[in-house]
């Protein structure tokens, strides 16, 4: 979904979110988070899997039609300037979130790896736009067999790692692939940072409905993933 976004006063930042109405009407209730896909010099792309009932009425909106969303909301991803290369891990619906960093990477000149992983290969978003920008990809998935988390790690530590200096590492879409990234950005010491995809209510930090545990230190913090996040320190999040 495309938007005309030349009223907002500033770019939004990879990893950011809208909180859109998905109908002219109070059903769905709630609205629906979804990440900046791709940021134009006057337009916005989001990119949606159809799962529920927000996301089918927003496949009822219509070219020209006027779209009611607050944003951009939350903590987006810091890419580092002095990045030459990242990696990007990202399950599904997850490379929607990444993809606002592999289009910032291109534009610092950073060379970007990815692993997309998803049920099949049909299932695979984003891929051909990743290698526009230069994206080296490596696509796994459930019907090839190739997407268990010991098959990506033995991806990443032999046909990656050795072969590219990573820089710094994102995900988001899997807490399985997203305890591998925390795993292996530990031991190869790559800062990292994770987008969490919590269930969100108000989406403006006030009815604590995507909460989740951040450890800072010795102590186990709550924060909110609305506005503490989406995006955080990857070594930081705990994972159940
Ligand atoms: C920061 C963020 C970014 C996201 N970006 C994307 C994206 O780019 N693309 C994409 O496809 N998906 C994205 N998602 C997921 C997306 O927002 C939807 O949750 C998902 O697509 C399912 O929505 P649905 O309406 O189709 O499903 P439904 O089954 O109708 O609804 C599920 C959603 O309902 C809401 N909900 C229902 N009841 C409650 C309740 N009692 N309390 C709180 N929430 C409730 C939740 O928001 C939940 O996500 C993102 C989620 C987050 C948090």
């Known amino acids: 979904m495309t938007v005309d976004s030349s009223a907002l ?39 949606y899997v159809v799962k529920g009932k927000g996301t089918t009425a927003m496949t009822r909106i219509r070219k020209g039609d006027t779209l009611d969303m607050m944003g951009p909301v939350g903590k987006g991803f810091e890419l580092y300037k002095q990045a030459e290369t990242v990696l990007l891990i990202a399950r599904g619906v997850g490379i929607a979130t990444l993809a606002a960093v592999a289009q910032a990477a291109f534009q610092q000149k950073a060379h970007c790896v990815a692993v997309l992983s998803a049920r099949t290969e049909e299932d695979l978003l984003a891929a051909e736009y990743l290698e526009e920008f230069g994206a080296t990809v490596y696509k796994v998935t459930d019907e090839g067999g190739t997407s268990d988390v010991s098959h990506v790690k033995q991806l990443i530590q032999e046909d990656i790692l050795p072969f590219y200096k990573i820089d710094s590492l994102y995900t988001c879409g899997s807490r399985r692939l997203s305890k591998l990234a925390q795993s292996i950005a530990f031991d190869h010491q790559i800062p990292g940072e994770i987008a969490l995809e919590e269930h969100m209510g108000c989406a403006m930090g006030a009815c604590f409905a995507c909460v989740c545990d951040i450890q800072e230190g010795r102590e186990k913090k709550s924060v909110r993933v609305c506005m503490e996040g989406p995006v955080f320190p990857l070594e930081k999040v705990v994972m159940e």
């Open 9 to 47: 006063p500033f770019k939004p930042d990879p990893g950011q979110f809208f909180h859109i109405r998905c109908a002219g009407t109070y059903s769905p209730f709630l609205r629906r988070p979804l990440s900046i896909y791709q940021i134009h010099e006057h337009t916005l792309e989001f990119l």
